[in-house]
């Protein structure tokens, strides 16, 4: 899925953690793949952040529609009511002036009319029940109306939050989008830095092999010498402690106690003689990995290191010796 993440070990970095003095490009790709891992960690916690933000802007959204609708029905059931109220209004106006049974006899005729002082009675209070049902009805209406101002009122609160949170998670969605973008940008940058120096380490090793292939005399950066046609020179340093354990380029087991080496281009099993030309000692070790990165021609052994002396990068006189070996494997 990320192919950073499942990167090979092509080559044998030259590291500190194992007290030799590694190359600098070494060094700077190891800090490059460790940076890498970084920013690609930061990245996941970022993506998460963000979706997680862009669930929560895409709930305050439905909140804020179904707010905005709550109100909008508010608002008609309140017509609604104003309604009921003012034709409530005009009966109650009509009732005072109409005739109660379409005799044209008005409300006080009506009263009037009545032929003994229980029938006055009566026709009192059949007045007073008609007009009470009108005031009853009026002030049920303006009690409903009241409770859906109130109403109306919470929603457009409701909805006013609402807004404020989707416009808050939107705002937050967006500079996590931000936030992801740069951190993809500088991602793609450590992956091409690294693409490049790989690249030239393929050509750098390419470069050795076409001088040195077959065992052919020359030199990395120095004139060959003594004319054999299996010796050449260059700079060497060594690897160790760090390594322990891990496998190397031929899938063996990194043993920093044994005499092996790692070759940029020569074969794996090859028998070398390496003789430092600072302090005239010579070991024999195997080729069983690949190294050293961005410069120089071998990295022995902690053990192999120590049998000559060497420390750091120091000139050295390499003999292929005869022996086993596998066909080479370029990086």
Known sequence: MRPWVHTTVLLVIVAALAGAAPAGAARSVAAQRSTAARVMARLDRLQAKRDAAAQREQAAHLRLT???????????????AAASLATAREALAEALVANYKGEGEDAVAYVLASGSFSDLVSRVDTVSRVAAGDRDLIAQIDAAQQRLRDRETALQANAAAAEAAARDATAARRQLDAAVAGTRAVLAGVNAEIRAQLAG?????????????????????????????????????????????????????????????????????????????TTGRSVEVRVNDRGPFGRGVLDLSAHAAQVIRLSGWQRVRIQILPGAARPAIMP
């Open 66 to 80: 179904l707010a905005r609708e709550a109100v909008a029905n508010a608002k008609t059931e309140i017509a609604s």
């Open 201 to 277: 380490e393929r050509s750098r090793r390419s470069h050795l092999a076409s001088q040195h292939s077959g065992g052919g005399s020359g030199s990395s950066g120095s004139s060959s010498g003594g004319g054999s046609a299996n010796v050449f020179y260059g700079d060497c340093t060594w690897y160790g402690p760090g390594f322990a354990g891990h496998r190397t380029a031929d899938g063996e087991i990194f043993d920093p106690t044994k005499l092996t080496a790692a070759s940029p281009w020569l074969p794996f099993n090859t028998m070398l003689e390496v003789t430092s030309l």
